[in-house]
């Protein structure tokens, strides 16, 4: 059974740090993209950023460039998103997800909170 | 970046009866491989997100046959043929032809 299982989400002041984790489960997980994916409480979808196989390719949304770098360890199937500078316009629940080679798959995380506050 | 426009919003669906949702790309989102990477998602209350058609019109392995997705270059759109209870929540659109990949508004369907 594949599962995503995101954490690391919580309160954190504007201007401060957090870094969310997905750990991996039930597909190969150094064969495929990985993205990460927010949503604002009451709000829509917006992709944040994506990264490669292989984890020598990023792209992130221009909301996020410059604050946000995502990573993974293949070792571990594990992913990161090392969130800086944050914001209150950054609160949201956040998902990591796949979609296996060229979109044929779909797989989510349960999403992680994160809240950004004084 | 790539808009995805949805409408309507808001759809208030009769059970049994038939629901459709449209989406317009402000680009055309056919890749050169010839394949077009247009997505809808469903999200029931409190949910992740479930793909329920890729690529256009390809339905997600474990999705009924009511749901159906078609069209082409900028327009598209997903049919519901008959609502049932259990298709309660948010749908959208997404993209994955261009980067960033983006979502339409969703569109809010519920049982009248």
């Known amino acids: 059974e594949v599962q995503l299982v995101e954490s690391g989400g919580g309160l954190v002041q504007p201007g401060g740090s957090l870094r969310l984790s997905c750990a991996a489960s039930g597909f190969t997980f150094s064969s495929y993209w990985m993205h990460w994916v927010r949503q604002a409480p009451g709000k829509g979808l917006v992709w944040v950023s994506r990264?490669?196989?292989?984890?020598?390719?990023?792209t992130n949304a221009d909301s996020v460039k410059g604050r946000f770098t995502i990573s993974r360890d293949n070792a571990k199937n594990t992913l990161y998103l090392q969130m800086n500078s944050l914001r209150a316009d950054d609160t949201a629940v956040y998902y990591c997800?796949?979609?296996?080679?060229?979109?044929?798959?779909?797989?989510w995380g349960q999403g992680t909170l994160v809240t950004v506050s004084s | 970046d790539v808009v995805m426009t949805q409408s309507p919003l808001s759809l208030p669906v009769t059970l049994g009866q038939p629901a459709s949702i449209s989406c317009r790309s402000s680009q055309g989102l056919l890749r050169s491989d010839g394949t077009t990477d247009l997505n809808w998602f469903q999200q029931r209350p409190g949910q992740s997100p479930r793909r329920l058609i890729y690529k256009v019109s390809n339905r997600d392995s474990g999705v009924p046959d009511r749901f159906s997705g078609s069209g082409s270059g900028t327009d598209f759109t997903l049919k519901i043929s008959r609502v049932e209870a259990e298709d309660v929540g948010v749908y959208y659109c997404m993209q994955g032809t261009h980067w960033p990949h983006s979502f339409g508004q969703g569109t809010v369907l519920e049982i009248k």
């Open positions: 997800a796949t979609f296996g080679t060229d979109w044929y798959l779909s797989y």
């Open positions: 990264i490669n196989s292989d984890g020598s390719y990023t």
